[in-house]
């Protein structure tokens, strides 16, 4: 079901959170001649809808950006079975299997509504699925991830992210010795973070190895299913301080709901026996992706994989092809079931 060639072509689109374009026209182009209508909406994800203007049944959204910012050039390369490269599965292997399941059903049902999103890594915060959510207002929603065949994201993890600014006189390592330094002060600071179960994703600073550093900045995010626990953490970020001649900004730059959905859910359930006539184990597990964007709504929401694999969020991620056939049978089995 799953053309091989054509996934790794457009894998290899650069498209860092912000810059999703030249991978939304991609899929124009293939989907242009196909069934249904595509428009894009006011934040820039790609809407495919399917003849009924009313709340869909069911929404399926898939992410189209990666994490790989300033990656000009990706090259995926085929292992045996196995195709490896930066965001191969998250979550190339996800739009090419949405794309490919439902060109090839007879009749794709109306009251279905796929919106390829942009923004769901990092500080895209979720932009696209929480404006396709607000905007579509679906009963039901899967978030469909390359990753993940083996499991049903029912716990949705929430995150609090905030960038923390020192900044100082600097000065000479040696003449002006014992001036307080910007990177020591951060260091000290997100170690404390980091203690407390935070998460440094990047830090920078300074201006030279001789130099103490006047200036350095890092990216923080606490994760939890609990968001008293998120809540504690912006309290934290907010309580932070710096002695003087330093000086300390805190900004929370993103903020991702937190959800759950019961296991008795019909949404559930129908994948369940959908995962049962497939052999696939019915294991619960939890995840964040767009699904967080329509908990945030109230909509029961789910995420489901397409395939096995690793390495994700690295520039050695590893898909497997041969599962692919069976996410795209769980995919189609699910839709009829839900939408059909």
Known sequence: MIDAAALAEFAEIPAPTGEESARLAWLERRLSAGPGSLTRDAVGNLVWRFGSPRPPALLLMAHVDTVFAGLEKIEISREGDALVGPGIGDNAAAVIAVTSVLEEMPAVPTEIAVVFTVGEEGLGNLRGALHACRELRPELAIAVEGHGLDEVVIEHVGNARARLRVTGPGGHSWSDRGTPSAIHALLEIGSGLAHSGANIGTISGGEAVNAIAAHAEL??????????????????????????????????????????????????QAIVEVRRSLGLP??????????????????????????????????????????LDLGCRQLRAVIEALAG
Do not use: K, W
């Open 219 to 268: 990216l923080v995010e606490r994760r939890s299913l609990e968001q008293p626990e998120l809540d504690a953490f912006d309290e934290e970020v907010r309580r932070l301080r710096v002695d003087e001649p330093l000086s300390l900004e805190c900004e929370i730059v993103g903020r991702r709901p937190t959800g759950r959905l019961d296991p008795d859910h019909r949404l559930v």
């Open 282 to 323: 019915c294991r619960f597990d939890s995840g964040s992706t767009d699904a967080n964007a329509a908990a945030a709504f109230g909509i029961p929401a789910v995420s489901i994989g397409c395939t096995r694999g690793s390495g994700m969020h690295t520039r050695h991620e590893r898909i497997e092809l041969e599962p």
